[in-house]
Structure formats: C-alpha cells, structure tokens
C-alpha cells in the first residue's frame, strides 16, 4: 500500500487513550481478490479495588437507556445504583432487569442529590439532555449524554460552558466513533489508503413501522402511570397524548429527525476519521410521504453538505440519504470516497478497495478513428507513462473484520468514559466534538423547515 500522505504529519495518534489497535495484523484469509485481516485491541486496565466501584444513575430508563446501561456494566467496577423515569413500567422494568434495591424516581433531581452517585447516563428525549446534563455536571456528576447532545445546536454551548467551569466530565453518546472499525478506518485515512477524500455517500433505509419510529405504546399507559407534564419539559403545553411521549422522535418539539437520531452518528465517525471540524454548508430535500401518523418530521430525505478544504483533507461533498417507506432489503451504508481508493466504514469492520483514476482511454472514444491512428494515440498514452484503472494500485478488496468476542463500540466508549473518569483521562467525545456532530446534523433541518441552503461556522458552531 502506497505510504503516509506527508502533509498529515500533524494528526493525531490514531488510538483511543485507554484502548490501542493491535500492531500485528492476523491474516484471517487471503485470495487474489480478498484478503481478510483480524481487527484487535488492547484495553489499558481499570485499576480499582472493592471499594472504589463507580456508581452510575440512569436517567431515561427506554430503550437507549437500557442499551446503554448494559454496555456500562460490562465495564469492571461499575455498579448501577438508581433509576429514573417517567413511565412506572419503565421503572418496574428497570427493577425486572438490575435488581429491587434499585433506588427509582420520576425526579431526576432526587438523582443527582445522591451523594453516592458519581456519573449518570442520560438518555432521555432529545429536548430534556440540555437541562439534565448541566444540571448533573452542576451537581458534580461525571455525564454520558446521549446524542444528539443538543435539540438545537444554540444549547450546546452552554454545556461546552458548564463542562468547563466545572471540570466534570462529559461524553456524547455515539458509541460508534470509539469502535475497532472507526479506530481502523481513521489509521488507513491517516496512512492514505483512500488519498486525497472527494465524497461521502451515508444512507440508512428502514422498511418497516419500527424502523420508521412506530413504537409500541404499552395499555398500561394512563396519566396515573405516565407524569405527561414534566415529559413536555420546555416543549410548547399540550393535552396528554400517548403517541408523543412514546414516540416523541416523530415531533419537533422533543426529537430532531432523522438529523439528529441517524446522522449525528455519520458526522461523528466521519469527523473523528478525518479529523474534521466539519461542514460549511447544507441543503435538505425530502418530504412526509407515507407515514402520516401524526409526526411532522419527513420519512424521506436527502441532504447535501459541503466539508471546505483543511490542514486534513480536501474539500469534498457528502450526501446523506434516508427512506422510510419502501424498497428492498434496507440497511445502510458509510462509504469514503478518495483519490486511490474507497472505505466502507462500520464498527465490526472497515471494508478497503484501492483505485486510481484510468486516464487511459478504451474502446469506447477510439471507436471513431481509423487503427492506425489508435494505434499511435496508445503509443502516445505509453510513452507518457500514463496509468489505466489500478495499473499502479493493489487490486482486490481488503476486509479488516473484529473477532467474534469483540466487545463492541459501545463498551469501548463506555471503557473511554470510566477510565476518564478514574483517571481524569482525555474523553474521545467531549461537548465541543458532540455539538460539532448534532450542530452539523442538525443544519439538514434549519435547511429542510426553511426550504434553503444553510452555512455553518464548524469552528464557531454557529450558522453563518
Ligand atoms: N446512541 C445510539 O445509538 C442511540 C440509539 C437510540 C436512541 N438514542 C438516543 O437516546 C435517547 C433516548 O432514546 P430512546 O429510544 O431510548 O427513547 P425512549 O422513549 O425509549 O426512552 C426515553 C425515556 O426517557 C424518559 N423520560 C422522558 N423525559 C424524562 C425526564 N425529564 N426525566 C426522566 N426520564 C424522562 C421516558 O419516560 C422514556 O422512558 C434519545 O436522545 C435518542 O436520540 C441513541
């Protein structure tokens, strides 16, 4: 593989603090097509004694919450101590799965007052992490926020503010930054697998009503066992209504989209493998065109972004497209597109094909002149030295593939988190990198609500 773009020179070592990719690579298979290499890590160990477990408080005890709880007790010496939500199944539930001595409340607030509660998980809607978050870092708690960490990124920098004037902790929660495959990805990026970046194209097509945010409403939801009001929060007054608190993705006022819930992740992996600020600018299309259910949010959409040139990579264009309604299979992809070659990005795996452009011609413009002037354009190509289509690359595709008992990225940003915690070590995604991802997901719906193009400040974390 052809060596280090030099201008790089200045990135970042290529590994998490307490976590390293291992040096020497296992070759899993090979063929002339294909080869397959073992993806590894090694964790810097949590020193801790008996006594010195780290208590966490779970605030949002759905779905997510439960996710993210059990990626956080994989890691040692962690130990769940409360619970809260709104919804008392929610509770119960929480009981069901960690125990009856579970301290549970429906106030956050009785939460943080714990003094034996070091760090809390939030993983409430959208349009409560703002408040919830500075409130616990104000209370002198370590934070794992769930992304995106702001409904609108003008809130972020309030948090940036906190974490700063408080020194607590704070980690945004798209656990799929910290993984093997993302950690790969940015060390092939470095080296200059893919070369000079030109395009990212990022899709996620959902064919069914729970992809499509259609959730379960539970029957024994009722306003005795759901406290509706302090679910609305900040959120404009409304009559009590099942659907928004259990499907608040569908409303602006509580969610943000499929800005906030799909691409935050996108931008996360895509800043942290290029070392990006991000974009400059956005422009949004799409609609409401099947689920017409209530939500006032489109099930189709594609935006488009432009990333400037920087000290890290070139100026290139990323297109983001989502389709909640039909098609077949679904599923979604992440795919950087350079000079020499393409990475398909995910968590278990990074998928390389090296490249260049064909400058070449072949048959299909020589058909037009006789064969003896082709025959003199060819010597012409030859005696210019100039490359057909991976003439001078690698062909074939390389797999780098995590191993089967590969914990995941959600324990590898959980493990990131404890350990700064106990270390009062370097978190991979502070306030600053997390508002950088929502505020850049989060430009698809200014451009989308008011029909035009936005431009970003990436550095600033303002629209311009
Ligand atoms: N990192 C990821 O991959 C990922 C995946 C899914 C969701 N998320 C994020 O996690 C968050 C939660 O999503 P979810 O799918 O779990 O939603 P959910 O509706 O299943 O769970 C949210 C829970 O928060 C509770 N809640 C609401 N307001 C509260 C408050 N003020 N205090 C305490 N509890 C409150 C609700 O009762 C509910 O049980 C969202 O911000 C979402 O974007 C992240």
């Not at 409340?105 to 978050?133: G, N, S």
């Not at 790969?184 to 069914?208: C, H, P, T």
């Amino acid at each position: 593989m052809k060596k280090k773009v030099s201008r790089r020179s200045f990135l970042r070592k290529a590994t998490l603090g307490s976590a390293a990719l291992t040096t020497a690579p296992i070759i899993i298979s090979a063929s002339p097509y294909e080869q397959k290499i073992l993806l590894d890590r090694t964790y810097e160990p949590l020193a801790f004694s008996a006594n010195d477990q780290i208590q966490i408080g779970l605030i949002g005890s759905g779905i997510q919450g439960i996710y993210d709880t059990t990626a956080a007790l994989k890691v040692n010496g962690v130990k769940l101590v409360a619970v809260c939500d709104l919804y008392d199944g929610r509770l119960d539930r929480a009981k069901e799965l960690w125990g009856n001595d579970l301290f549970t409340t429906r106030d956050y607030r009785a939460l943080l007052a714990r003094k034996d509660i070091d760090a809390v998980i939030v993983a409430t809607p959208d349009h409560w992490h703002q408040k919830i978050t500075i409130d616990a870092m104000k209370a002198g708690k370590a934070v794992y926020c769930e992304k995106p960490m702001v409904k609108n990124f003008v809130e972020g920098h309030d948090i940036i503010k906190t974490q700063k004037e408080t020194g607590n902790i704070c980690q945004v929660g798209s656990q799929g930054m910290a993984s093997l495959g993302n950690e790969k990805a940015k060390q092939l990026y470095e080296e200059g697998a893919i070369g000079e970046i030109v395009m990212l194209d990022m899709y996620n097509d959902r064919y069914s009503a729970e992809g499509a945010w259609q959730y379960p409403i539970p029957p024994d939801a009722n306003p005795n066992t759901i406290d509706f009001d302090t679910f609305l929060g900040s959120a404009p007054k409304q009559p009590y209504e099942l659907k928004r608190f259990f499907r608040w993705r569908n409303y602006q006022d509580y969610g943000t989209g499929v800005a906030g819930d799909l691409f935050v992740h996108a931008f996360s992996t895509l800043n942290h493998v290029i070392s990006s600020q991000g974009p400059n600018r956005a422009l949004a299309t799409g609609g409401l065109r099947y689920w017409n259910d209530g939500r006032d949010v489109p099930d189709v959409t594609i935006t488009l972004y432009d990333y400037p040139k920087t000290d890290t990579h070139a100026a290139f264009n990323a297109a983001f497209r989502i389709n909640f309604i039909a098609g077949s299979g679904g599923g979604g992809g992440f795919r950087l597109i350079g000079t020499e070659g393409e990475m398909e990005i995910g968590q278990n795996s990074v998928t390389l094909k090296r490249s260049k452009l064909g400058m070449v011609p072949g048959g299909y413009s020589m058909i037009a002149y006789t064969e003896a002037t082709q025959q003199k354009i060819k010597e012409d190509y030859a005696a210019k030295n100039l490359e057909s289509r991976a003439s001078s690359l690698e062909t074939g595709t390389t797999i780098w593939e995590a191993p089967g008992n590969y914990k995941g990225g959600h324990y590898d940003h959980f493990h990131n988190f404890f350990q700064a915690i106990r270390a009062k070590g370097n978190i991979i995604q502070d306030g600053t990198f997390g508002l950088r991802a929502a505020g850049a997901a989060l430009l698809a719906n200014e451009s989308y609500f008011n029909k035009r193009p936005v431009n970003w400040d990436p550095k600033e974390m303002k629209i311009i």
